[in-house]
């Protein structure tokens, strides 16, 4: 379980993070929605390692990991997949993928079939440059390369922007899919409503750096929520 006390971060003189706290468990998807610029995905680059944090704690299984960097945060377990995706524009789906290695032992260092199986257009196009690939397939790469960590902790921000319905309904079952495993924590930035809605079994509704609402699926009135994330 990874869970996050009392967080703050500074970009420069400003707060942006005041105090977060959250929880996010191994079968579940963790929401976390608001307007932009309330700290969403500064929330997630603590997580990941991409920016230090000013306070407060970040843990798994309850073992602080102290004050990440990018890489800590991978061997730990951590996967993220960044808004806007960060493909390698001139390198190939292929070598995209094996950049997923770089936290992994030597023997590990092979792309899993059910890679394929959760997005089996990469399979065709492995020799394709990830730059020549649509917004939706870059998508599909992102969140590939994340799973090739074998993380215990996947972050994704805003995987549905700029995204064909189509594509966004089958990264919905991806995960879907990865829930039912049970294998990892999955915690979701997003802003489009209705899929996060349906995906996940907890919310957090940030505003203005802190939380302003939380609440599990099933407990937490829709309507509520809805007027906390609206403009």
Not at 71 to 78: H, K, V
Not at 126 to 153: F, N, T, Y
Not at 159 to 183: F, K, W, Y
Request: glycine letters at 10%; hydrophobic letters at 40%; one cysteine or more.
């Amino acid at each position: 379980m990874l869970r996050v006390d009392n967080l703050t971060l500074h970009y420069g003189q400003s707060q942006i993070l005041n105090g977060i706290s959250l929880t996010a468990k191994p079968g579940e998807v963790t929401a976390v929605t608001g307007t932009n610029g309330v700290g969403k995905t500064s929330l997630l680059k603590a997580i990941a390692g991409r920016h230090p944090y000013s306070g407060g704690t970040i843990s798994l299984d309850d073992r602080p990991l102290d004050h990440l960097n990018a890489y800590q945060a991978g061997r730990a377990g951590i996967a993220y997949v960044p808004q806007g995706r960060e493909v390698f524009p001139l390198m190939t789906v292929q070598e995209n993928l094996e950049t997923g290695f770089a936290c992994l032992p030597k023997s590990d260092h092979k792309v899993p079939e059910h890679i394929f199986d959760l997005f089996p257009i990469l399979k065709d196009f492995l020799h394709r440059r990830g730059g020549d690939l649509s917004g939706g397939q870059q998508q599909q790469l992102a969140i590939a390369r994340a799973l090739i960590m074998r993380p215990r902790v996947l972050l994704l921000d805003e995987p549905t922007e700029g995204i064909q319905p189509n594509i966004i309904q089958q990264i919905g079952r991806v995960i879907a899919q990865l829930r039912a495993d049970g294998d990892m924590a999955i915690i979701l930035v997003e802003q489009y409503f209705d899929f996060m809605w349906e995906l996940a079994d907890n919310f957090v509704a940030v505003q203005r750096g802190s939380v302003a609402m939380e609440g599990r699926a099933g407990e937490i009135d829709r309507e509520a929520l809805l007027a906390k994330v609206s403009i």
